[in-house]
């Protein structure tokens, strides 16, 4: 936002504006609740919607549009005109993307700041990739949790096929911080949408599970390293979950409290049940029971969905107690 300045002159009294009819804003005859605009507010929004009447693309307009988001960051108008303007002057697009990188400070969260940089990248092309996985880099450093950071790095990185990068990147935060949920999501995206890691997911498959595993390890309760986990495609010989029992047990064994390996170890039952011969269908829907049991005993705030889940269960195999 806009702080006071002495100088500045109102469009209104600029000579060079003279010959653009303001346009009032028009809340109707009797507005139930007027918003107290500052009078600096309205001179500006006035000459900005005259000059967009006039349908306008000049230095003059795209200096105005600069003024309004810096009143207003979220207007819609105000972005959407400066890149009509932009394009009709052939601005230098390198000098815009450093307006961005200013105005990113003060709107990070600024849906319609990251658009108006993705149309910028777009037009300029693969030469300021680079730049804009650091610039990403950068910004997921001060809020790592910052959502539209991550849905622009993600058209960056599927744009101009970073994937490699990208996920050298996720590692990095990982390791730095193993419970950050939206680098593991950042890394199931990358190697479920990526080029060769997409194709060939199944072939990377047994080495990602090692690498969960490990992350899971470092931090047995980690919710999202387990949802990741559970995730993962399964393989030609046996199922996602059947690869984690091994890890779950282990982990069960030194916690006997832990909610993600008990779930990891009942949805594994559960499959396991409905995919085995009649033989050992009551052997494993037997253990997905006793699990779930002890969910609803050490899960209260989702005592009644595992409550829900044994009556389910039960209902599908009645005679398993």
């Keep these: 936002m806009v702080t006071g300045d002495d100088s500045w002159v109102p469009y209104c009294d600029r000579a060079e504006w003279s010959d653009v009819v303001p346009i009032p804003q028009d809340d109707g005859e009797d507005p139930l609740v007027p918003i107290d605009y500052s009078s600096r507010f309205e001179d500006v929004m006035n000459y900005f919607r005259g000059i967009c009447k006039r349908e306008e693309c000049s230095a003059r307009a795209l200096d105005i549009t600069k003024e309004v988001i810096s009143l207003n960051g979220a207007s819609c108008s105000a972005w959407f005109y400066r890149w009509k303007c932009l394009q009709e ?3 230098d ?7 961005i990188d200013t105005m990113g400070k003060t709107y990070p969260k600024n849906y319609q700041l990251w658009w108006h ?8 092309g693969k030469i300021v990739a680079e730049r804009e996985l650091q610039c990403t880099a950068d910004a997921l450093e001060v809020d790592t949790k910052n959502y539209h950071i991550w849905s622009y790095r993600q058209w960056l990185v599927r ?3 970073l994937w490699e990068a990208d996920l050298a990147f996720v590692h990095k935060l990982l390791v730095d911080d193993v419970f950050n949920n ?7 995206f990358v190697l479920t949408r990526g080029g060769q890691h997409a194709a060939n997911l ?3 498959l047994c080495s990602e599970l090692q690498y969960v595993s490990d992350m ?3 931090a047995p309760l980690n919710e999202a390293a387990w949802s990741y986990a559970r995730a993962l495609p399964s393989g030609e010989d046996s199922t996602t979950l059947e690869q984690l029992v091994p890890l779950a047990t282990a982990i069960l064994e030194s916690q006997p ?7 990891t170890l009942t949805d594994a039952a559960t499959e396991m049940s409905r995919a085995a011969d009649t033989s050992k269908h009551d052997t494993h829907t037997a253990k997905a029971l006793e699990l779930l049991h002890r969910l609803v005993k050490l899960d209260p705030m989702r005592e009644r969905y595992w409550a829900w889940q044994v009556q389910e269960l039960t209902k599908a195999r009645p005679f398993v107690k």
């Design 93 to 99: 697009l390198l000098d815009e993307l450093d307006y």
């Design 257 to 263: 409290t832990n909610l993600q390996a008990i779930m």
């Design 182 to 188: 939206s680098a593991w999501n950042q890394r199931y």
């Design 216 to 218: 899971i390890r470092i």
């Design 159 to 161: 744009a101009f096929q």
């Design 89 to 91: 002057l052939d601005s």
């Design 202 to 204: 199944t072939s990377v």
């Design 117 to 124: 940089r993705r149309l910028v990248v777009e037009k300029i």
